[in-house]
């Protein structure tokens, strides 16, 4: 395989990796309507939860490799459902009983759930520990953790307790729609991908960049946190 083709299949990755990064932050406008808005808004937070998870390159991560080995839709489905679950207990709970925890630590522990999923992928738990985690187990409990990440941004903003449940529930509904329509995209990606003979030649590079884009949200967060 020629260096030419190797760029070929990295490139769509190297494109997609500073554009999700500029994009998962909160712009002005959003931050403005959050922390001013006291009334229930259905569709702004369903649009705003949408975006998130849309241009959310953590969770998108994880979830490429969630799918990456996935051919069947039945084992899509049980997956994603899982990931879902986890998250929007987590994020309902979280915010409607005020749990805090530090938005760095939990987007290292998220990072780390990207690293997670690389390793696993490459079958890294078999050869050094020679046992592997239940891997559905292991999706949902990340799942949780995520959804602690999304609480977490959100509680940044102190939105208003009298309008709280409704625009919650809201933003978890725009979240699994910018979920399904992102993972539809990687999905058909993946499918396609995977009839190629490119697809095992370069399972191990592709689940080795993920665990370095893992490694690198881990220290960005974790420089945030010791620098705060």
């Known amino acids: 395989m020629s260096k030419l083709s190797v ?24 931050r403005y309507f959050l922390q001013s808005n006291d009334s229930v808004q259905i569709v702004p937070f369903l649009y705003i ?12 991560l994880f ?10 839709k039945r084992d899509v489905l049980i997956y994603v ?21 530090n938005p760095y630590l ?17 079958g890294g ?13 292991m999706v949902m409990i990340f799942g949780l953790i995520h959804g602690f990440g999304l609480a977490s941004k959100l509680q940044e903003f102190q939105l208003n307790s009298d309008s709280l449940l409704g625009n919650l529930v809201a933003f978890n509904i725009g979240v699994e729609l910018g979920q399904v329509m ?26 080795t960049l993920l665990m370095s884009c893992g490694l690198m949200l881990i220290g960005y967060q974790l420089t945030g946190l010791i620098t705060q």
């Open 7 to 30: 760029f070929k299949y990295l490139l769509p990755i190297i494109l997609f990796i500073p554009f999700t990064v500029f994009g998962h932050g909160v712009d002005d406008n959003t």
């Open 49 to 60: 939860g949408a975006k998130h998870m849309v241009t959310g390159y953590d969770h998108l």
């Open 63 to 72: 979830l490429f490799g969630v799918l990456f080995f996935l051919s069947q």
């Open 81 to 101: 459902s899982l990931f879902t679950l986890g998250h929007s207990i987590t994020l309902l709970t979280g915010v409607l009983a005020s749990i805090s925890i």
């Open 106 to 122: 939990i987007d290292a522990i998220i990072g780390f759930s990207v690293f997670y999923k690389g390793f696993e992928n490459i």
């Open 125 to 137: 738990f078999q050869r050094v520990f020679k046992t592997a985690p239940n891997t559905r187990l």
């Open 182 to 207: 992102a993972l539809t995209f990687i999905f058909i990606a993946i499918q396609y991908w995977q009839k190629h003979n490119s697809f095992q030649r370069f399972t191990s590079v592709s689940n």
